[in-house]
């Protein structure tokens, strides 16, 4: 799925025959677009953020959210209960970390030597049911979903975690010469929850369709790269800023005026190639793709620090079952243990694992929010297929960065990972927090594409995730 002609383009009324002129004179139509969507996510923001007085507000630049979706059980996973029956606690026995105190699957070696470098959350719950597109419209937008049924995305969802952060921010980067989008969505399609919502198209994720690799992601790679030669698109951005010049004589109005930084932004981000240069994850060094292993998620992890490095401040890397491939679904309500072990934990290990080495190792962990969870947890009894069910009322989740001190536990969940027995967590609190870490007071209030103002969240941020 390749999300780059968004149906609001901006104030922009171009005069038809102009564009025809510029098309039929070699400009590429891709120039057009990004113009268009780099005018359009100039948002409004009705209220500006406030420093909220702590030392952790605004630690993180970047974040990546990794959404395990099908749901990974919280008991096989970083909330093992080897104490609690045969029924309960599973097949898996737990490991010790390097961080004191704290364990986790055995299937998850790497991540057990990576502990110092993030905290468990053991306490969060749903709001909502638990369908796997309510619940992961939950945990992306911080909002229950307003409908019942299974999500279906609609004009008037709330917005996804970043569609808010490319409003607040104007679309744009961290690094202000990298002209990238603010928000990306990696591997797998759009599911409710994802999308910009009520703040309209224009905040909606750039999504390579596919896994890197693909043939969706090749065209992604080559959509941003320039189909001319460079001197030649030098020379037509050129002949663009002066049929500008000769129109705005006749078309006196502020539109055409901003319109020309926007179209130099479009020409820049052609020309420099971040976009291209950040999606080619073939340029990585092979044991670097090794660390990450070579499968959806290890090359969407990889992707996603690489879109981080560019400037990239929220992306989200999808592990989930599409039409084409269900192999990468956390829904275990069979074999449980063998699916598990054998496909889900090693993947996940890996890319997660080397995400966090390689952030900490480029000093960019401190600046980058890391959150990985699923839309819910997972039953504590083990149903008579050797799975385990959805469980909206505990699960756990992985955070790491911005500040965030590793090697430690925030919340717990009673004796058989059924309840949070302390400091529990709803899935608004956890939008408050990832808010929190970006520097966006929470309480901020931003305008819906029809003009209205609507609150990011009522909730307040999980300040013991920073101690």
């Given at each position: 799925?390749?999300?780059?002609?968004?149906?609001?383009?901006?104030?922009?009324?171009?005069?038809?025959?102009?564009?025809?002129?510029?098309?039929?004179?070699?400009?590429?139509?891709?120039?057009?677009?990004?113009?268009?969507?780099?005018?359009?996510?100039s948002a409004e923001v009705t209220s500006q953020s406030t420093k909220l007085g702590s030392p952790t507000f605004g630690k993180a630049k970047s974040c990546i959210i990794v959404l395990l979706k099908g749901g990974p059980s919280h008991i096989d996973t970083f909330?093992?209960?080897?104490?609690?029956?045969?029924?309960?606690?599973?097949?898996?026995r737990p490991i010790s970390t390097n961080a004191s105190g704290i364990q986790v699957c055995e299937h998850l070696p790497r991540l057990a030597k990576n502990a110092d470098?993030?905290?468990?959350?053991?306490?969060?719950?749903?709001?909502?049911?638990?369908?796997h597109g309510t619940g992961a419209y939950e945990v992306t937008?911080?909002?229950?979903?307003?409908?019942?049924?299974?999500?279906?995305?609609?004009?008037?969802?709330?917005?996804?975690?970043g569609s808010v952060v490319s409003a607040v921010d104007g679309g744009q980067s961290v690094m202000p010469f990298a002209m990238l989008p603010s928000y990306f969505i990696v591997n797998g399609d759009l599911r409710g929850g994802q999308n910009a919502g009520m703040l309209g198209a224009r905040h909606d994720p750039f999504v390579p369709g596919g896994g890197p690799g693909g043939p969706t992601w090749k065209l992604m790679q080559s959509t941003?790269?320039?189909?001319?030669?460079?001197?030649?698109?030098r020379h037509r951005g050129k002949l663009l800023s002066a049929l500008d010049a000769k129109f705005s004589e006749h078309l006196k109005s502020p539109v055409f005026a901003e319109m020309d930084g926007f179209n130099q932004r479009a020409f820049s981000l052609l020309e420099k190639g971040t976009v291209r240069k950040a999606l080619d994850i073939e340029t990585e060094p092979q044991k670097n793709l090794e660390r990450y292993g070579k499968n959806d998620l290890g090359e969407s992890s990889l992707l996603a620090r690489r879109l981080v490095e560019a400037g990239v401040r929220l992306v989200q890397v999808n592990c989930m079952s599409t039409i084409l491939d269900s192999s990468h679904s956390w829904d275990t309500h069979y074999n449980n243990f063998t699916t598990l072990k054998e496909r889900l934990l090693p993947k996940m290990d890996s890319a997660?694992?080397?995400?966090?080495?390689?952030?900490?190792?480029?000093?960019?962990?401190?600046?980058?929010?890391?959150?990985?969870?699923g839309e819910f947890g997972r039953s504590p009894r083990v149903n008579a297929q050797a799975g385990r069910d959805h469980w909206p009322a505990c699960f756990s989740a992985l955070l790491a960065g911005a500040g965030i001190p590793g090697g430690r536990v925030v919340g717990a969940s009673d004796r058989y990972g059924?309840?949070?027995?302390?400091?529990?967590?709803?899935?608004?609190?956890?939008?408050?927090?990832?808010?929190?870490?970006?520097?966006?007071?929470?309480?901020?209030?931003?305008?819906?594409?029809?003009g209205r103002p609507?609150?990011?969240?009522?909730?307040?941020?999980?300040?013991?995730?920073?101690g």
């Open positions: 799925m390749l999300s780059l002609d968004l149906p609001e383009t901006g104030t922009s009324k171009r005069d038809p025959s102009r564009r025809e002129f510029l098309v039929a004179g070699g400009l590429p139509f891709i120039g057009l677009q990004l113009s268009g969507l780099l005018k359009a996510q909330d093992m209960k080897p104490d609690a029956p045969s029924e309960i606690r599973g097949e898996f470098k993030f905290a468990l959350l053991r306490s969060m719950r749903l709001r909502g049911d638990a369908t937008t911080g909002h229950r979903y307003p409908r019942p049924g299974e999500s279906v995305y609609s004009p008037t969802d709330f917005p996804h975690y941003f790269a320039p189909q001319i030669e460079v001197p030649r698109l997660v694992a080397s995400l966090l080495e390689d952030l900490a190792a480029t000093g960019l962990l401190d600046s980058t929010l890391v959150v990985v969870l059924a309840s949070p027995i302390d400091c529990p967590v709803s899935t608004g609190q956890l939008a408050a927090t990832i808010y929190h870490a970006l520097g966006i007071d929470p309480g901020l209030s931003v305008q819906t594409w029809q609507f609150w990011i969240t009522e909730d307040s941020p999980v300040m013991e995730m920073w």
